[in-house]
């Protein structure tokens, strides 16, 4: 059984959901989805390869950005864990969708997981997670996980919660901007996984392709990019009802109902 990590992860956040669990199954190959102009339809998959794809959820959907490129792999019924990470809101549709999207590369998906990561823009939001309940829940999971996948003649069709048609996409309009202290160095350009950047201009930002991911906020070595401080504070209060209390992980796995692990 040969094990993949496919991660868009900007920040990071779903990158470190997805090592935790992939630390159940050895030591797997790991592939970066989150760079603009790579050519991702070059990776095929075949039968008894397990691809665990991981993105997070921006407005309860899965960005375009992530779609598009993990929509260019091939797999001929290859095994998929589809995993959300979301900032302690909710992700709605996000793990519908990218569970459907994986089926119709030819995965079969064989588990799903959402689970919490610490907010990219209202950083105080699921801040530090996951942290330590939270990889004893995950590592719980992927040994549940592992048992599935050693056992292929058991697959079948599961719940995954989410409505289609899909919430209509919005990037939540908060584009970062540049200040004096920015050099030049291209690093948030070539970083920038929505190609919304201008390797040869980073101090412009194109405001319709910017997803809000706030990886050039988190690369710029001189911390130039920064977003507006009202346009902040007020989605902080916007979301302060929604991101209160501790939203838990929760597995929906092939043959079974929803597991999950309440607070204690």
Not at 103 to 124: D, L
Not at 138 to 163: H, N, Q
Not at 171 to 180: H, K, S
Not at 198 to 224: F, K, L, Y
Request: aromatic residues 10%; charged residues 25%; hydrophobic residues 35%.
């Amino acid at each position: 059984m040969k094990v993949y990590t496919m991660s868009f992860s900007p920040t990071g956040g779903t990158k470190k959901i997805l090592d935790i669990l992939a630390g159940e199954f050895g030591t797997p190959k790991e592939m970066d989805f989150s760079l603009s102009g790579k050519d991702y339809g070059l990776y095929r998959f075949e039968p008894g390869d397990v691809c665990l794809v991981g993105a997070p959820c921006f407005g309860g959907r899965i960005p375009k950005a992530a779609i598009e490129n993990f929509t260019k792999v091939r797999a001929k019924g290859a095994a998929a864990v589809v995993v959300v990470s979301y900032g302690n809101r909710a992700y709605e549709d996000a793990l519908l969708e990218l569970r459907k999207a994986m089926e119709g590369r030819g995965f079969q998906v064989v588990a799903a997981v959402a689970a919490v990561a610490e907010h990219s823009i209202t950083r105080q939001y699921g801040r530090g997670r996951p942290d330590d309940r939270d990889c004893q829940d995950l590592r719980f999971m992927a040994k549940d996980i592992r048992k599935i996948l050693l056992k292929p003649d058991s697959w079948s069709d599961f719940y995954v919660p989410g409505r289609f048609p899909y919430k209509e996409y919005h990037t939540i309009p908060m584009v970062p901007e540049t200040g004096g202290s920015c050099k030049g160095c291209e690093k948030c350009g070539a970083l920038c996984p929505a190609a919304a950047i201008p390797r040869d201009n980073p101090r412009e930002t194109d405001r319709g392709r910017c997803i809000s991911c706030m990886r050039c906020v988190q690369v710029c070595p001189e911390h130039a990019r920064q977003v507006n401080k009202l346009m902040l504070f007020g989605a902080s209060v916007k979301l302060r009802k929604a991101c209160s209390g501790r939203k838990e992980n929760e597995l929906y796995l092939s043959s079974s109902q929803w597991v999950g692990f309440p607070p204690v």
